[in-house]
């Protein structure tokens, strides 16, 4: 098997790290937020200092990746808006709500980083049933902000 081993130097002097896909919307990691990126065989990960799971993507599938501020941002106060959400209760046991998340879609991985379940977001408040999941811990993907939380 073939090892791929990447390193990245991070720009401070930009923004975001911005990965565009073959088809669909870019994605943007503020800087500030990035720990490291991982570059294994197929796929491309980037890491917050936490090391929580930022963003994945499919080498395949990777169109571009550059440094500097996203396409459908305007402003620096665009990007820490986007960034900011609610998410409750923590720990939960059957139900997260989602408040003024800036995003379509939620995400849901266990600590592998395995995707267990994509969410629609609708609205100011979305509603998340997460009464399959086994007890443990969780992140929740909103864009480019990640979440840990617990499943009682």
Do not use: W
Not at 47 to 65: C, G, Q, T, Y
Request: net charge negative; charged share 15%.
């Amino acid at each position: 098997m073939l090892a791929i081993a990447a390193s990245i130097r991070i720009c401070t002097a930009e923004t975001a790290l911005i990965i565009q896909p073959l088809n669909g919307q870019e994605q943007a990691n503020a800087l500030a937020q990035i720990g490291y990126v991982k570059v294994s065989q197929d796929s491309l990960f980037v890491f917050s200092h936490n090391e929580f799971l930022l963003s994945k993507v499919a080498i395949k599938d990777v169109r571009s990746i550059r440094y500097g501020e996203p396409t459908e941002v305007t402003s620096i106060a665009d990007v820490q808006s986007a960034t900011t959400c609610r998410v409750y209760p923590n720990p939960t046991q059957d139900m997260l709500i989602i408040d003024h998340a800036n995003c379509d879609k939620a995400y849901i991985f266990d600590l592998n980083g395995r995707l267990l379940q994509t969410t629609p977001i609708d609205g100011e408040s979305t509603f998340i049933n997460v009464t399959g999941l086994p007890q443990g811990d969780y992140l929740l993907l909103l864009n480019n902000q990640t979440i840990k939380f617990i499943k009682q």
